[in-house]
């Protein structure tokens, strides 16, 4: 059983800025995808679209949202640990945290039917009997979890689950966007039961539960900090990963892509995660450039909701029905737009607080009665 070593957790900014950098490649690669919102024959509207979307897929696809998982992991041990080493038990206070953030994900739906922040609250649950393992069984726990068990047991044992009911919802969902009263009741209705079919036969639940878990495990280990061998583990995590990336670029993955492609994506991500903690505490120009998307990182929940607002209105028929229009070029135009204006208000806005709108809301709903 886990008991905390009593060390202070101060703030972790690189952890901040990461956290930036995934709420920015997620608005982006959103707009990309039109907020699930396809027209057939507009997807590639220009001779540069089709390697734009290759490049843009490469590079942010399954990769920020494991950041943010990852990272997702770490604050549940800093703040478990935290409410530890003051005599308190954190676990009750996290599963009301939990809720809260289910009730912030059925709010987003009513925008965008894509919400994660449901499936977050969710699994999130799973994080407070596991920050009571020990090191040994989280580490062989998340292993499991992180080599794709189901895709494993699929192949080996012929076993192919019927997934027709989620593309059938994917279809309602394309109905339903003509008026923001029908999309609204249209992804409450089908929004939230696809998404989670999605996840779950892509991998994603498994995978997203382990990244929770890796985070957890590098809260435990300090890895974030400038401590000790935490640079030289970097080092080796870096050489490692970077060698898969590679090989995993030139290797055919066929008929095991549903296997192999989130593993290369977990090597990416590894390798982003690497390549920024070294960078960050090697070279300070670095830190002063990247830093700057610490406040924008502190505010992704609010980042979140407000791209889904403004995505919705932007490519929903209900708004300027972009999606009819825009390819893929275009619309990473649009989704470099919405960041830059998402950065510029959210700005405005650290001036005067320290935390983000929701993110206050959160912390003062979170610690009520307390």
Request: hydrophobic share 50%; with cysteine; proline share 2%.
């Amino acid at each position: 059983m886990y008991k905390t070593k009593g060390l202070k957790n101060s703030r972790i900014e690189v952890a901040d800025a990461l956290r930036g950098l995934a709420v920015a490649g997620i608005i982006l690669f959103h707009s990309v995808e039109h907020f699930n919102t396809f027209a057939r024959d507009i997807k590639y509207t220009l001779p540069c679209d089709r390697q734009v979307f290759s490049i843009l897929q490469a590079l942010l696809s399954g990769k920020m949202y494991g950041i943010f998982a990852v990272l997702f992991g770490l604050s549940f041990f800093i703040m478990r640990d935290n409410q530890e080493q003051k005599g308190r038990d954190f676990s009750l206070r996290f599963a009301w945290r939990m809720v809260l953030l289910f009730l912030f994900g059925v709010l987003n739906v009513c925008f965008y039917d894509g919400d994660i922040l449901i499936t977050y609250a969710i699994l999130g649950l799973l994080l407070i009997p596991a920050g009571y393992l020990s090191n040994r069984w989280l580490w062989f726990i998340t292993i499991l979890l992180l080599i794709q068990p189901m895709e494993i047991y699929s192949h080996l044992a012929g076993w192919h689950p019927d997934s027709r009911w989620v593309s059938m919802g994917y279809f309602k969902l394309m109905q339903g966007h003509d008026t923001f009263l029908n999309s609204m009741v249209t992804n409450l209705r089908y929004g939230i039961t696809t998404t989670l079919g999605w996840f779950w036969f892509n991998g994603r639940i498994t995978q997203t539960l382990g990244l929770f878990y890796l985070g957890l495990l590098f809260g435990r280990m300090r890895l974030f900090y400038d401590e000790g061998d935490n640079l030289k583990l970097w080092r080796i995590i870096l050489t490692i990963s970077g060698v898969l990336v590679i090989a995993g670029a030139f290797i055919e993955f066929g008929k095991y892509d549903d296997l192999l492609h989130p593993m290369w994506n977990l090597a990416i991500l590894m390798l982003i995660l690497s390549v920024s903690v070294l960078l960050w505490y090697r070279f300070s120009g670095f830190r002063n450039v990247f830093g700057k998307l610490c406040f924008f990182g502190r505010m992704s929940l609010t980042n979140y909701l407000l791209q889904s607002i403004l995505g919705s209105l932007i490519f929903y028929e209900w708004g300027f029905s972009m999606y009819n229009t825009l390819g893929t070029t275009w619309s990473a135009l649009v989704g470099i737009g919405m960041i830059l204006f998402q950065y510029s208000i959210l700005k405005l806005w650290a001036r005067n607080h320290r935390r983000g709108p929701l993110e206050g809301l959160w912390y003062r709903l979170t610690w009520l009665g307390s």
